[in-house]
């Protein structure tokens, strides 16, 4: 077990050391005329949206944690932040390259990773390619937070099973090899989503609804089909969530970062921002409704976790698209797309496959037809294109499913021959908790006593 702890040391003496060696260069001491171009009021909306979006992974543990039983309570949680650290480091290192530096090939898929390595050339002067009056290291830096954010996400559909040292793995290479490309394709200006296959018709992705939520939400998928069920039966009697409060939480602090992630999309303190943000809390506020009165209507009671996960279903739906529609049509499209996912949150109720807290339900399926839905209200209704417009749409969210599902799929894989993927029996049995941290969230419920008899160092 220590070999493989001891290669991320030596990653992360070798990263100190390219940082201690490379100079910094010009880019922390811009010209007066290059800081003219900044705009002071929108660096600081956008400092304040980056905040917001980085409050997203804490609250999303929370949201996840509250889901799963008390003995992985900690174990979940610490997935989704682990990521602040492993991505925003690799972010810096390469990943940012990758996703905005300069297009390879001609051919809109990958960013050269010597571009931006290390962040050489990011600092304080604008870049007018990506944001023309904000700091390009702020740029970012806000870039940075949607890919923290991604791999959290997938993190739900495997839970109380996966094991610490190999979900590391993953999440990095899910980063280099699933998110930095569809993050090229869709928000570099010389992406392949920017001129689709030469139709001239560009497939837009306000805030994320290909790049986060439809990746993460089909890699979800894959995890839950490459990792098999969990063991709950052959161990414990049923058990429902462990902090009902704690997914409340998660969701509010969630409903409250997406402002920073919706609205921050626009770069700048503008009538656009204002409009994603009121949009964004329309769409929020009406799949609540909807997720509740669906639920009653099919003879189920209005619950705290119905709300909880419509609230968050129609902020994913709204993110694709939030900063070109009404808000008129953030309702309609609110009330489409939870029906949907409520829907399909059933449907996996009653298959075989276990992801764990629905994510490519919610995730997945509000990605995916929040982007179909861009294609019409945006594309068709606003822009006005035709039937052509809408069907390219539907072509690139199906070529990002194929994609996003191959790719992870063969991820998996390759992290599983590195480092097994899936925890023993054994540990599954007693909790992640124990098992992969020596820690209890509750040692009053005799949480000590598993500890000192349990806690085991695997192989």
Request: glycine share 10%; charged share 15%.
């Amino acid at each position: 077990m220590k070999k493989r702890w001891i290669i991320l040391m030596a990653i992360l003496v070798i990263v100190s050391v390219l940082g201690v060696v490379l100079p910094e260069g010009a880019q922390w001491k811009p010209t007066p005329e290059v800081l003219a171009q900044l705009d002071k009021a929108d660096m600081a909306w956008m400092i304040t949206a980056t905040i917001f979006v980085l409050m997203m992974t804490p609250g999303l543990s929370f949201f996840y944690c509250g889901m799963v039983r008390k003995k992985n309570v900690i174990s979940t949680m610490l997935q989704s932040f682990i990521a602040m650290g492993v991505i925003s480091v690799l972010w810096v290192v390469v990943g940012f390259s990758l996703a905005f530096g300069d297009d390879v090939g001609g051919l809109g898929i990958i960013g050269n990773p010597a571009s931006f390595f290390m962040f050489r050339n990011v600092g304080l002067a604008p870049n007018e390619a990506f944001a023309a009056t904000i700091p390009f290291a702020l740029f970012a830096l806000f870039q940075m937070k949607f890919a923290i954010i991604t791999p959290s996400l997938i993190t739900g559909s495997f839970a109380e099973r996966v094991r610490f040292s190999s979900y590391m793995v993953f999440m990095a290479l899910f980063c280099l090899f699933v998110y930095c490309p569809l993050a090229h394709c869709t928000w570099h200006p010389d992406g392949l989503f920017k001129d689709f296959f030469g139709t001239g018709v560009e497939i837009k992705d306000f805030a994320g609804g290909i790049v986060v939520h439809a990746s993460s939400g089909v890699a979800a998928l894959a995890g839950a089909l490459f990792l098999g069920r969990r063991q709950n039966e052959a161990f414990d009697k049923p058990q429902g969530p462990a902090n009902i409060p704690f997914v409340m939480l998660g969701a509010a602090m969630l409903w409250l970062g997406w402002f920073g992630f919706n609205a921050g999309s626009s770069l700048a303190a503008d009538g656009v921002a204002v409009k994603a943000f009121l949009n964004t809390n329309t769409a929020s506020a009406t799949a609540m409704l909807v997720w509740v009165v669906f639920d009653s209507l099919r003879g189920r009671k209005p619950s705290a976790m119905g709300a909880s996960i419509g609230a968050v279903v129609g902020l994913v739906a709204i993110t694709p698209m939030a900063g070109y529609v009404s808000v008129g049509h953030s309702i309609a499209i609110a009330f489409i797309v939870t029906i949907l996912c409520n829907i399909a949150v059933h449907w996996r109720g009653r298959s075989s496959i276990d992801d764990a807290l629905d994510v490519f339900p919610t995730h997945g399926v509000g990605g995916i037809m929040g982007t179909v839905l861009t294609g019409i209200f945006v594309g068709v209704m606003i822009e006005g294109g035709d039937a052509k417009t809408a069907a390219m749409y539907l072509l690139a969210i199906l070529l990002v499913i194929a994609y996003s599902f191959v790719v992870s799929l063969g991820l998996y894989w390759l992290t599983n021959k590195m480092i097994v993927m899936r925890v023993s029996e054994k540990s599954e049995r007693i909790g992640l908790d124990l098992s992969q941290h020596d820690e209890c969230y509750s040692f009053a419920d005799g949480g000590e006593r598993e500890l000192a008899e349990y806690s085991e160092k695997e192989s």
